[in-house]
């Protein structure tokens, strides 16, 4: 809805008609897993190790609010992504034209031009962009939650927090493991499985997956399916190398394809106009008497709605190489990394049966990245970190609305404005957005452990930035051919009054040196 709040005639028939909201439904068996930093043994509490702060350190010492989730705890509750975890100031959402992740309400939204202000980081790699919040979990050591400014370890634009992901690592001896699944209600299958143990004296290696499919839990009344309907696959392999006796290297490509048909989404809470040409009617009453599917009428929150086809395939892939060098009593690490993925969705943005648009979306995005760190052993009286980072990406971002020869809005304008309508029909608005990316930054953090239950920690962080951007919109017939004749003048008219979409081009470019901000740069 509030994509087409600035609509002059279409509000006509919808926002001046109804004030409706739209809640995305969760499944009835919504899983849980806030967990305590410590669980208790016969022996009394078990300390839980983290790498909140780039290194293992215990939980209790650690100078973050952080929520430890281990990978046992996620095969129990049945955690296949983020958006399962019910963690107490998470907030994990998939939209109809964008994600987003928000931790203590603070988040950066869907504009495509932005990273996440709540970073997921999985292996040391940073993974920014909304659409990976949907990439299936598996095969996971733990998951850390840490709320709070976490830019001068984690960097990037983690003002809101960071979700550190630790994959399971391959093992000096043979370990593996298989589990299934399924669901009679949701008639939902699950397949993981891992092996992993050595390949020699000095070579570990670990193989895991994951396969799911399942048939939604919100009957789509429409189409008579249920959704969302999701497949999604994922493979990850892992090679460790004792290169040295001081050195490890490890390899990682991981592969995972995650598509979904329709959508968990439910209209409710439906009021009629108080004004213009449809008062006293609900959107769903007007939209019935336009012709549309009856379904259109539902709209109490009862696991059941009114949709069009919608789908969401993506495809991601990621290659990292960490080496890990003892020299004496310090450590030196060193992340690369190259992750890739693309996404072609197809959105019925006004939610119901009803044919009045689509939207088209897709995005490929490619990011290097290199981190190098160096860091004291811990226990001294002054521990240290410091280190580098080094990112390149390039991103382009496709949308466009989508109108047909049988929208109801062809009608509709053309009795508001004649010729309007079937200027518009067939159309489409391809809107193309390019946006390239490099930054370095230098870090460093110091712990003074004054006392046994003192330690003053300080941290800094400059980062320096480049972004070349540019946008273009035009439109177009809905097969992107150029219009021509009245067409070419009329409905870019009918554009600008229905949808405030004009046809433009602009680009820019920025940058800069980002020095920490004093919530980033605190003593604890």
Known sequence: MQFLKSGSILSALTLLAVQASAQETTAPEAASADVAPAAVGASGLEEVVVSATKRQESLQRVPVSVNAIPGSQLQQEGIVRLQDMQLPSLTVQEGGIGNSVFIRGIGS??????????????????????????????????????????????????????????????????????????????????????????????????????????????ENLTSGKNEPRRDDTSVRGQLAFDVTDNLTATLKAEVSEFNKEGRGIEIYNERPAAAGPFTGLTYAQILRALGSDPSVLNNTLDYKRSGGPEKSDNRSEEYALTLDWAIGEHTLTAITGYSTYNFNELCDCDFTGANVFNVGLDEDFNQFSQEIRFASSQGNKLDYIVGAYYENTDLEYRDSILINQTSILVPLINAMAPGGGTAIANTATPRVFTQDESGSSAFARLTWNATDDLHLNFGVRAAYEEKDASRTLTITGIDGTPLAGAAAVVAPAVYAQVFNVRAHSLSGSRDGWKPCRPSACSTT
């Open 109 to 218: 939204g869907i504009n495509p031009g932005f990273e996440q202000s709540a970073g997921t980081y999985v292996d040391g790699i940073y993974r920014g962009r909304g659409q990976l919040s949907r990439a299936p979990l598996f095969d996971v050591e733990r998951i850390e939650l840490l709320r709070g400014p976490q830019t001068t370890l984690f960097g990037k634009n983690s003002v809101a927090g960071a979700i550190n992901v630790t994959s399971a690592a391959p093992t000096s001896t043979l370990d593996g493991y298989v589990t299934a699944l399924y669901d009679f209600d949701l008639e939902e299958t699950q397949f993981e499985g891992a092996i992993s143990g050595p390949l020699g004296d000095r070579v570990r290696g670990r193989l895991s997956g994951r396969a799911t499919q399942a048939d939604g839990f919100v």
